[in-house]
């Protein structure tokens, strides 16, 4: 599909099984006109995921760039975060001029960003600031078509359920893979207390509904025995990241990444730690950005 945008030619190309998109010809930097601004956003309500290929970002253009869509959340591991741009957060096991990234050595849950928030995130942006050779990979599912491939009983039983997004259970999910981890997420489950959220979203924008699911926060399913929430869970998350529901981003330097967090769910794949370098940059659109509205 091509489209015009700020009088540049804006390609855009489905890579996913039933979502995804590479977004090319897209102005990042300067001024991008409403006209633009909002063509992008039809593309992520659309696709849910868009790459954009071969840019040379540094930290500032990403907050600004970012900050186009809504308020940008600052990350509740702050001690993670660019100290000269702290909406910036940094994942990977990159120390330097004064920034240490958050890194975890173990596999990685399936998610949506900041659900332990009353309010969650609408979006996040995530760029290929050092990129290893192999591994390190970003999977999505794409949580939408996969509520709607469910049947009709599922769908019936799941509408109108509540799961507990708890920073609690995450911290204890990640002290079994990271035992030395430091206590900084006892205090921020302090400041972000246990949150009620649906089990299915329905997208402000588009209606669509998607499944909530992030194994790794949810404590249990409202109404539940412990057993029964748990078997809930792990049915509804292995059915939406079957293969036929997921894209695997494979990084290239340079890439920039933004998924609505309303939409889909993702996890990150291992890379060998001991022999490469990862650095990655992200920023998070607040819940209910204006510009990600309808």
Not at 121 to 140: I, K, N, R
Not at 261 to 285: E, G, I, K, P
Request: proline content about 6%; hydrophobic content about 40%; glycine content about 6%.
């Amino acid at each position: 599909m091509n489209m015009a945008a700020d009088g540049m030619a804006v390609t855009v190309r489905q890579i996913g099984p039933t979502f995804g998109a590479e977004v090319s010809g897209m102005p990042i930097h300067g001024d991008v006109t409403p006209e633009a601004l909002m063509q992008f956003v039809s593309f992520l309500h659309r696709y849910r995921v868009l790459v954009l290929p071969g840019l040379a970002l540094q930290p500032a253009d990403l907050v600004a760039f970012s900050r186009r869509f809504g308020p940008l959340e600052i990350h509740s591991r702050f001690e993670n975060t660019l100290p000269d741009h702290r909406e910036v957060f940094c994942v990977g096991n990159v120390e330097r001029d004064g920034m240490k990234a958050s890194f975890s050595r173990g596999v990685e849950q399936w998610h949506a960003d900041s659900s332990y928030r009353e309010v969650p995130s609408d979006a996040s942006l995530f760029y290929g600031e050092v990129v290893p050779p192999e591994g390190g990979d970003t999977l999505f599912c794409d949580a939408t078509a996969a509520y709607r491939a469910l049947d009709a009983a599922t769908r019936q039983r799941i509408d109108g359920l509540h799961a507990i997004h708890s920073l609690e259970t995450l911290r204890l999910w990640g002290l079994r893979h990271n035992p030395d981890r430091s206590g900084a997420v006892d205090r921020q489950a302090t400041e972000f207390p246990p949150v009620r959220q649906p089990l299915v979203r329905v997208h402000p924008a588009t209606g669509a509904k998607s499944l909530y699911v992030c194994p790794a926060v949810i404590s249990h399913i409202e109404g539940m025995a412990p057993d029964e929430s748990a078997a809930l869970l792990d049915m509804l998350i292995a059915h939406a990241t079957h293969p036929r529901f997921v894209y695997r981003h494979c990084w290239q330097q340079g890439d920039l990444v933004m998924w609505d967090n309303r939409a889909v769910l993702h996890t990150a794949s291992l890379f060998d730690h001991a022999r490469y370098q990862r650095l990655m940059y992200r920023t998070t659109v607040a819940g209910n950005a204006p510009a990600l509205a309808d």
